[in-house]
């Protein structure tokens, strides 16, 4: 498998991808292309966001996304930026984005993938310099090839995923994927302008001391799981919630712990989007030896109806998801 390969910590995401494709001979290239084009926006983002206080790029953008979200300007220039990647890069013939209605047709009918993203998450941490993220999830269309992609590519549900990660805009900035086999983690060295291996094949350890929920919700919580916060309370937990989905779910994959977006009154379905934050992050969790719920079984199974169709999430170290779901 890719993580039995001989890549030593240090090497570029270009050499890390290539070392990976050569487990999978029978890869033509087109997924390794994708990849390094969302790293790319990802590199351009980030220098934006390292900005924001210097260009126009921070506040609300005074417009409403679907979601019924005051749009922030960020939001705006990260949805143009992977838009742009990915359009050039090639090998993408349609993009769902948290910040687009409908699905996005980049004119390469000829591309075999399809990827649904959430282009800036924790968009409320933007002007307060609180890290942020974006959230990526790919598959392989399955209209025909030179056709227009449709619905049916973007519905085919969690563990179609052929694909997913996120960008953590962070004390430092990183980029952690998984195309099946293992999860990595690349830092990106600004001095080379690349994405370096870090964190070679993470695991999420079964255990944690880390509970992230928004207690201001506490209230509107489900019994089961207002029970589960208390017994976090109990078992002396560490409270961290920082109010961007990726900040807290990569903290939580490294250090152990569990992230909780229940139903709540404001949003009886949860908040959180499940083709474009709660699978990809499911893929990665599970990849990593964690585990992803919506309260009765894996996010994974949930078979999708709609593009922007919200999920209760719990998420991160498999025994915790299990104490919380089995209640
Ligand atoms: P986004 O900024 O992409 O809309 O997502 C925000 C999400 C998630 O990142 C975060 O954990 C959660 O919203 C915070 O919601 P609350 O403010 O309700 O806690
Ligand atoms: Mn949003
Ligand atoms: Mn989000
Ligand atoms: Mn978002």
């Known amino acids: 498998t890719v993580q039995d390969l001989v890549v030593p910590v240090g090497v570029t ?22 990849l390094r084009d969302i790293a790319l926006a990802g590199k351009i983002i980030n220098r934006e966001i390292n900005r924001a206080g210097l260009i126009d790029v921070a506040g609300g953008n005074g ?15 990260a949805n143009v930026r992977f838009i742009r990647a990915l359009k050039n890069g090639g090998e993408v013939c349609a993009i769902l984005s948290e910040e687009e209605e409908d699905i ?21 941490n933007i002007d307060v310099n609180v890290s942020i993220g974006s959230i990526f999830s790919i598959y392989r269309r399955v209209t025909p090839i030179n056709g227009p992609a449709s619905m049916e590519d973007f519905l085919q549900g969690g563990r179609k995923q052929v694909a997913a990660g996120y960008i953590l805009y962070g004390s430092s900035t990183m980029l952690v994927y998984s195309t099946g086999d293992g999860v990595n983690g690349f830092t990106f060295d600004q001095s080379l302008g690349e994405f370096i291996l870090s964190h070679k094949n993470i695991g999420t350890p079964a255990e944690g001391k880390i509970y992230s929920v928004n207690e201001g919700h506490y209230h509107s919580y489900p019994p089961f799981v207002q029970q589960y916060v208390a017994q976090c309370k109990s078992r002396n ?7 961007s989905l990726v900040g ?7 250090k152990g712990g569990i992230y ?35 309260g009765f079984g ?22 915790l998801v299990d104490d919380v779901v089995k209640g």
């Open 248 to 254: 807290d779910f990569h903290r939580n994959m490294l």
């Open 13 to 34: 995401l270009d050499r890390f991808i290539m070392h990976s494709q050569s487990a999978f001979p029978y890869a033509t290239g087109e997924l390794s292309q994708l």
């Open 298 to 319: 894996s996010i994974l199974d949930i078979v999708p109806q709609s593009f922007h169709q919200r999920s209760p999430l719990y998420i991160g170290s498999a025994e």
């Open 104 to 124: 996005i047709h980049t004119g390469n009918d000829h591309g075999k993938y399809v990827v649904a993203m959430d282009p800036l998450d924790g968009s409320s």
């Open 260 to 294: 909780l977006y229940p139903s709540t009154k404001k949003d009886p379905k949860g908040k959180l989007r499940l083709l474009y934050e709660c699978y990809p992050l499911a893929f990665i969790a599970e990849k990593s030896g964690g585990k992803a719920s919506d």
């Open 63 to 77: 417009t409403e996304n679907v979601q019924g979200e005051d749009q922030q300007k960020l939001d705006i220039v």
């Open 237 to 243: 937990f560490s409270a961290r919630y920082i109010g």
